[in-house]
């Protein structure tokens, strides 16, 4: 086992194009990320030193880590390379301050759910994740208008998401570009500052625009009042006019079904951690 080199990078993205139904994203992203210092890419070896396995870990704060893109290649599958790279991810947690280990899975993968089960993880948090194109939510109270937020609406949105069914759903855990950590009232300042909170009154949501998506990172709201904020969102994108709008929020049974209405595809996410 050993640390990924450049030359490593075209190996791996021909064995992970076709991990999934739909492909894969390691192989776009293996170079990058092997060159990214702020992550760990760890790869299991031949007896020529060609790679057959890979993980990538990183720290998302002092004290969390997360673990991502384990992969095998399918001629050495279930040779337990996947747990030995995970166990040496865990340690390189450890060995920095971290105590905490998380990682996330889609809830159909049964597979990766019972090997992660396996190595001590359990799960914590289960998460819609939804993808909407602008103007198709329904409007019933006709066009709810998102403003931006400013820095006097911090304190009142983290008093009332750090209360709500939301957070204990989420474990107080903030999604971001496909990982998960525990969200702080920092979180709130920088996106004010960033002007990427917004308001309306049916509570406080945090946008992030990537091109021609939106997404929605934070939420704060109730159960009665989360259809107007997501009419508000779908009003602000097509306003923008991008072309796709993506959510993570925790599941909490109305947060999937006011997805559903609004004409989302929805598919569940599972987070995982365990002490390490």
Same mark, same amino acid.
């Given at each position: ?27 776009? =992203? ?58 040496? =991810?865990?340690?390189? &947690? ?37 993808? &909407? ?18 820095? =006097? ?124």
């Amino acid at each position: 086992m050993r640390e990924a080199r450049a030359e490593d990078a075209p190996g791996i993205a021909d064995w992970t194009r076709e991990t999934f139904e739909w492909g894969d994203y390691v192989a776009g =992203s293996i170079a990058e990320w092997i060159e990214d210092r702020s992550r760990h890419v760890l790869v299991a070896v031949d007896t020529e030193d060609i790679p057959k396995a890979m993980a990538v870990v990183r720290m998302l704060s002092p004290y969390e880590g997360w673990l991502s893109a384990a992969r095998v290649r399918p001629d050495s599958q279930r040779q337990g390379l996947g747990s030995l790279l995970n166990d040496a =991810s865990v340690e390189w &947690i450890r060995s920095r301050g971290g105590r905490v280990a998380r990682l996330a899975t889609e809830d159909v993968n049964t597979a990766a759910r019972s090997q992660v089960e396996k190595l001590g993880y359990r799960k914590v948090s289960t998460w819609v994740y939804a993808e &909407i194109e602008p103007g198709t939510a329904p409007q019933p109270f006709g066009p709810e208008k998102l403003k931006p937020a400013g820095r =006097s609406d911090v304190d009142p949105a983290w008093i009332y998401w750090s209360t709500s069914e939301l957070y204990e759903t989420g474990r107080g855990l903030k999604p971001e570009q496909w990982t998960w950590r525990r969200g702080t009232v920092a979180d709130l300042e920088q996106a004010a500052r960033n002007q990427q909170l917004y308001t309306n009154p049916a509570g406080w949501v945090a946008l992030e625009r990537i091109d021609q998506e939106l997404e929605v990172t934070w939420v704060a709201t109730s159960p009665n009042d989360f259809p107007r904020l997501v009419a508000g969102i779908d009003t602000l994108g097509s306003e923008w006019g991008v072309s796709e709008i993506s959510y993570h929020v925790p599941q909490t049974g109305w947060s999937g079904e006011a997805l559903l209405r609004a004409g989302a595809e929805v598919s569940e996410i599972l987070v995982y951690a365990k002490a390490v």
